[in-house]
T-cell receptor, first 114, second 113 residues
Framework: SAVISQKPSRDICQRGTSLTIQCQVDSQVTMMFWYRQQPGQSLTLIATANQGSEATYESGFVIDKFPISRPNLTFSTLTVSNMSPEDSSIYLC???????????FGQGTRLTVV | KQEVTQIPAALSVPEGENLVLNCSFTDSAIYNLQWFRQDPGKGLTSLLLIQSSQREQTSGRLNASLDKSSGRSTLYIAASQPGDSATYLCAVKITGGGNKLTFGTGTQLKVEL
């Protein structure tokens, strides 16, 4: 298994501001991902966080809106930039130790934009 | 494009009942399938992972089966308890689709005393 610490657990933010979410894993992992869960919806992959290089974004998500860093094999951040109420969601960090292995998730960050 | 559907969307059962949750997927070329539970406002807890070469996996009162040819998986919960109340999600990873998990819409389970 993997123990994932995600911070903050929740936040209420003003529109137009930015929030950075941190994801810390208890040991090195090959793959780290960021997902979004909009109210009443299932999870959608935002991007794969690549260690030492630019993240790989899914269709509909762009780096300017969701910049991601991954400086090492245990840590990643997701920034939600220039927020609007439509960004109100739960954001979740996920890790896998290797391709095709079990995925583990953090407890999520509940973001409300007012 | 892989689509994942879960039926029913919601289910309420009395404590002690055995139950089955269903997951259907449109692209049978999957790498693996994983079942999760999600408590309200929380992250996901992994329950079972089934690789494409496997037919089923068991953990305690949970048993998950996989039938790739029909595009189906079921999660069987034996002797349900109030603590089993949560939303259950299935997610598939397709072969050659990178490492993206495609999630179903979930089944919201309530186990009543």
């Amino acid at each position: 298994s993997a123990v994932i610490s995600q911070k903050p657990s929740r936040d209420i933010c003003q529109r137009g501001t930015s929030l950075t979410i941190q994801c810390q894993v208890d040991s090195q992992v090959t793959m780290m991902f960021w997902y979004r869960q909009q109210p009443g919806q299932s999870l959608t992959l935002i991007a794969t966080a690549n260690q030492g290089s630019e993240a790989t974004y899914e269709s509909g998500f762009v780096i300017d809106k969701f910049p991601i860093s991954r400086p090492n094999l245990t840590f990643s951040t997701l920034t939600v930039s220039n927020m609007s109420p439509e960004d109100s969601s739960i954001y979740l960090c996920s890790v896998e130790r290797g391709a095709g292995t079990e995925a583990f998730f953090g407890q999520g960050t509940r973001l409300t934009v007012v | 494009k892989q689509e994942v559907t879960q039926i029913p969307a919601a289910l309420s059962v009395p404590e002690g009942e055995n139950l089955v949750l269903n997951c259907s997927f449109t692209d049978s070329a999957i790498y693996n399938l994983q079942w999760f539970r999600q408590d309200p406002g929380k992250g996901l807890t992994s329950l079972l992972l089934i690789q494409s070469s496997q037919r089923e996996q068991t953990s305690g009162r949970l048993n998950a089966s996989l039938d790739k040819s029909s595009g189906r998986s079921t999660l069987y919960i034996a002797a349900s308890q109030p603590g089993d109340s949560a939303t259950y999600l299935c997610a598939v990873k397709i072969t050659g689709g990178g490492n993206k998990l495609t999630f179903g819409t979930g089944t919201q389970l309530k186990v009543e005393l």
